[in-house]
């Protein structure tokens, strides 16, 4: 009989070390998550501020219209792609090759290259300037149609906008971009606001 319920018992301490071992396991996973988090106002937050360091790539595009002079507007478009490096967590540096297509009946496309510098001021608020050259259409003076031949913009551009990370590695920005160009001969450089998304991946 005694033997009988030892036998009944076996069951039961089976059961016990089974849950004991998925609570083990549980325990790990919930430590392990908490390791990924961060602590915030609210509490524990899935993500926290990422680290930039390192070799990144990413594109974008944007849209606005630039003033050939200072009372005409030509609407445009504007892609980028972007690569460059981290140097510290909040600290970017890198290429951007842009390419500004003018959205208006024979207004041209401009395109270019310039070395950006973006600074992360405060968690994903970003303030960016860039250095650089670009091929831009010609025009002598505002009442003379836009020309099909490119001429030499030297200048650059400054932005501001917020950048959030949607997983550990891949990043969405919004902002605004102000873009200089000074044309040799015009009194008058190329000035264009944009607004644009920005998809990087560190």
Do not use: C
Request: overall charge positive; glycine content about 16%; hydrophobic content about 45%.
């Amino acid at each position: 009989m005694m033997a009988a319920m030892h036998r009944r018992r076996v069951p039961g301490a089976w059961v016990r070390w089974s849950f004991a071992a998925l609570l083990a396991i549980g325990g790990a996973s919930v430590a392990r998550q908490a390791n990924a988090a961060v602590s915030g106002r609210r509490g524990i937050e899935i993500e926290g501020a990422q680290d930039r360091r390192g070799f990144y790539v990413g594109g974008g595009f944007g849209f606005g219209g630039t003033f050939f002079w200072y009372d005409d507007f030509f609407p445009a478009a504007r892609v980028d792609l972007v690569l460059g490096g981290g140097i510290t967590k909040r600290l970017t540096l890198g290429a951007d090759l842009h390419v500004t297509p003018y959205l208006s009946k024979g207004g041209g496309v401009a395109f270019g290259g310039d070395i950006e510098a973006t600074a992360y001021v405060f968690r994903g608020l970003y303030l960016r300037a860039a250095l650089g050259a670009a091929g831009v259409p010609k025009r002598e003076s505002r009442d003379e149609a836009i020309r099909r031949e490119l001429t030499a913009g030297l200048g650059g551009a400054v932005g501001f906008g917020y950048e959030f990370f949607v997983n550990s590695t891949a990043a969405i920005a919004a902002g605004f971009t102000y873009d200089a160009r000074f044309v040799p001969g015009s009194r008058f450089p190329r000035q264009g606001l944009l607004v644009g998304l920005r998809f990087t991946w560190y």
